[in-house]
């Protein structure tokens, strides 16, 4: 089955550009310079003054420097309910705790709050190592610094002047009857080990080509969608990238096992990740939903259990 959308120019409800922030930003970004930590053996009267001192929610629990535990405004409140103030935290704390790694894409750890409902995440190194905890407040706070800083930039003249020439300028500039600059990268199926890893790396070498930020974003965004589809719903596949006079292609291809109704896959929110990719904080049906806001043109042909072939084309007009 095929969907094309024929007419050119952007797309309807493109993506912001602060929905397009969380798949540049790692966790490591946003999470605050400094964090508070209990020890189990402390009481809950100390964690009392210590979350109102602090003016914090919650926090995480460690012993001989590893994780143990959260603890939350929640766990007191319950504790004085019960009569247990003086009661140490190691009795009332969580031991299953879901954890962040500091060099994850802030998008991985939004799909985690959305799924998981909790207001804060332990982030580690991958050592294993608690280096801070990430927010909903962190969060937004560091998306509006990365948009002032983005602000400052472009109303910066000596910014603007440091700027590389254009790939417009570039194609224009060269004499040939034909150039064109051509990527690829194999994706391995039914793991999320790499996930995201062709789209940084693709990112980065249209960067240094020198492709408008707006426009960088959009395709980064859209690879990125497209190599976890390959990784959580196929056996592997490639993703192809061509960079020519009048804009971009990516294309993303695998062998099987296809998409049984293309119109309902595209329907926001429907999914048919496995468990283990929900487990992981992915598979909110959102995927080929993002790739349609940031395309200029999609073209999406699959066929059980062949496979699909899915192409994506990025304007610099746009």
């Known amino acids: 089955m095929t969907l094309e959308r024929k007419e050119q120019g952007p797309p309807p409800d493109r993506m912001t550009k602060t929905q397009e922030m969380v798949y540049e930003l790692t966790v490591g ?4 310079p400094t964090m508070v930590t209990v020890a189990p053996g402390q009481t809950m009267a100390e964690l009392r003054v210590l979350l109102r001192d602090n003016r914090l929610s919650g926090t995480p629990v460690v012993e001989n420097g590893k994780l143990v535990g959260m603890i939350s405004i929640e766990d007191l409140i319950n504790a004085l309910t019960d009569n247990a103030i003086n009661a140490p ?3 009332r704390m969580k031991t299953k705790v879901e954890c962040l790694y500091a060099d994850e894409l802030l998008v991985h750890c939004i799909a985690k709050f959305s799924k998981f409902g909790y207001r804060r995440y332990p982030v580690l190194n991958r050592n294993n190592e608690l280096v801070g905890i990430v927010t909903k407040g962190s969060i937004v706070e560091g998306l509006l610094k990365k948009l002032e800083v983005e602000y400052e930039q472009s109303e910066s003249k000596a910014a ?6 254009t790939m417009r300028k570039f ?6 009857d034909e150039i064109s600059f051509a990527f690829k990268y194999n994706i391995a199926g039914q793991t ?7 789209a940084s790396e693709l990112k980065n070498a249209l960067k240094k080509l020198g492709v408008c930020p707006p426009l960088l974003r959009r395709i980064g965004v859209a690879t990125y ?10 056996k592997g596949g490639v993703i192809r990238a061509q960079v020519e006079k009048w804009g971009v292609t990516v294309e993303a291809i695998d062998t099987g096992p296809g998409i049984p109704d293309v119109e309902k896959a595209l329907q926001p929110g429907f999914s048919t ?8 904080g992915f598979g909110a049906g959102m995927g080929l939903v ?13 066929s059980v259990p062949e496979g699909t072939h899915l192409t994506m084309q990025f304007y610099y007009t746009s």
């Open 225 to 234: 969608e497209a190599e976890i589809n390959l990784a959580s719903y196929t």
């Open 171 to 176: 194609f224009e500039d060269v004499t040939a």
């Open 160 to 165: 603007l002047t440091r700027q590389r020439p």
């Open 192 to 198: 999320l080990k790499d996930a995201g890893k062709a």
């Open 290 to 302: 993002n790739m349609n806001k940031c395309a200029d043109e999609m073209n999406l042909r699959s």
């Open 273 to 280: 990740a496995p468990d283990w990719v929900r487990e992981l």
């Open 89 to 91: 935290i190691r009795e």
């Open 29 to 32: 970004e946003v999470m605050p």
